[in-house]
């Protein structure tokens, strides 16, 4: 859910607040995985982090986001110290369990083909993923 806070705001209800939030906090035990998406950290109703087994931060700017997403680093054991400075590929990534750590990915979410991969481009490489080549 992309600009997840004004779904689930930290402040105020929409009209799917409470929906969202039942949702999130029943969705592991079913097995299903929900990815909310914000570059407002702050902005975020707190039992959206708070269920998240996997936390995911990029680049942060404003001051207020940074001081959020440091105090939810903190709260695993962590910090994110250059969460203000990160570089296109890079973020910041924590498992249930484990603090923050930072990584480096060429092709993730900063990765935008000129185009679509054809019909036969998808086959391809899903057939690659099942027998293991990359």
């Known amino acids: 859910m ?12 929409t009209m799917c607040t409470r929906s969202t939030l039942m949702l999130v906090s029943q969705a592991r035990k079913y097995g299903l995985g929900l990815i909310f998406a914000t570059q407002a950290p702050k902005g975020l109703h707190n039992q959206i982090p708070g269920n998240a087994a996997t936390q995911v931060f990029g680049l942060l700017n404003a001051p207020v986001h940074i001081e959020a997403a440091r105090e939810m680093a903190h709260f695993k054991g962590g910090d994110v110290p250059d969460i203000s400075r990160l570089t296109s590929g890079e973020f910041y990534v924590a498992v249930e369990g484990q603090p923050f750590r930072k990584i480096r990915t060429p092709l993730c979410l900063t990765h935008h083909p000129a185009s679509p991969l054809s019909t036969d481009e998808v086959m391809a490489r899903s057939w690659q993923t099942t027998v293991g080549i990359s």
């Open 2 to 13: 992309d600009e997840a806070q004004t779904l689930t705001p930290s402040g105020s209800t």
